[in-house]
């Protein structure tokens, strides 16, 4: 099966200039990692703030381009600095951010940001494309009612819950989600890892699952890549990494995450393995 995603030793650096006393230095964000997701999958990223997560999430996004490397969707090269990247390339890939109200529009009704996409890229009738939209609210968990709303007249929950929405829109075959529930409460943030779950298995849907937390992780994720300073220090099954971290980074992880949760994970584990 070809992976739905494919990285191959993906580097970016940022140029920081100089000024008049000070030189201009590069920053490696992300140097040299490669991965791989097959269909209906979730691929964790964890690590500390810095370490080049959401650089990863740009590039496979196809909102950066990477400085080196090659990354292919469904086995098809993706080369963003080139005009040769297709609309029907760009939809297969949609993110989803920590902050939804950072990128949902506050003067626009919720069943117009749905539309909007639907306009852009495609030649639905204005009834179709609300029929397309009202669906996809009930999917994600909202009501008709909702179709007329502003974004300030939700819940934090319910906000992403949106986000997901306009995620799907296009029938993406790769959701990138950059801590999509760190921002909610915990009882809220199961409500949204059990809906990504769910959806995964209705459209399956590819994941690239990113967080520093480590009890939604091993919640969700199949497979789990542990980036430090912008290197992939672990990458394997979640049960492999979770039994057995080999890297000192990922110990120091693991130790600071409260005992109740490494507990769990590994009884979770032990309970799967028997
Ligand atoms: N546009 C940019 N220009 C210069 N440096 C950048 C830029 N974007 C990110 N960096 C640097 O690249 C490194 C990786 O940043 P990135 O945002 O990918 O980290 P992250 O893992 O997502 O962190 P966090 O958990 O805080 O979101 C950091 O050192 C950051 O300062
Ligand atoms: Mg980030």
Partial sequence: MTPVLEARNLVRDYQIPGSLLKRGRTVHAVKGVSFAVDQGKTLAIVGESGCGKSTLARIVTMIDPATSGEMLIDGEKVDIARDGLTSEMRRKVQIVFQNPYGTLNPRKKIGDILSEPLIINTRMKADERRDKAMAMLKKVGLEEKHY????????????????????????????????????????????????????????????????????????????????YYGEAVEYGSREDVFSDPKHSYTKTLFAATPRADVDSIKERLARKAA
């Fill in 148 to 227: 007329g709303r502003y974004p300030h007249m939700f819940s934090g929950g319910q906000r992403q819950r949106v986000a997901i929405a306009r995620a799907l829109m296009l029938n993406p075959r790769l959701l990138v989600l950059d801590e999509p529930v760190s921002a909610l409460d915990l009882s809220v943030q199961a409500q949204v890892l059990n809906l990504l779950a769910d959806l995964q298995d209705e459209f399956q849907l590819t994941y690239v699952f990113i967080s520093h937390d480590l009890s939604v992780v091993r919640y969700i994720a199949d497979d789990v890549m542990v980036m």
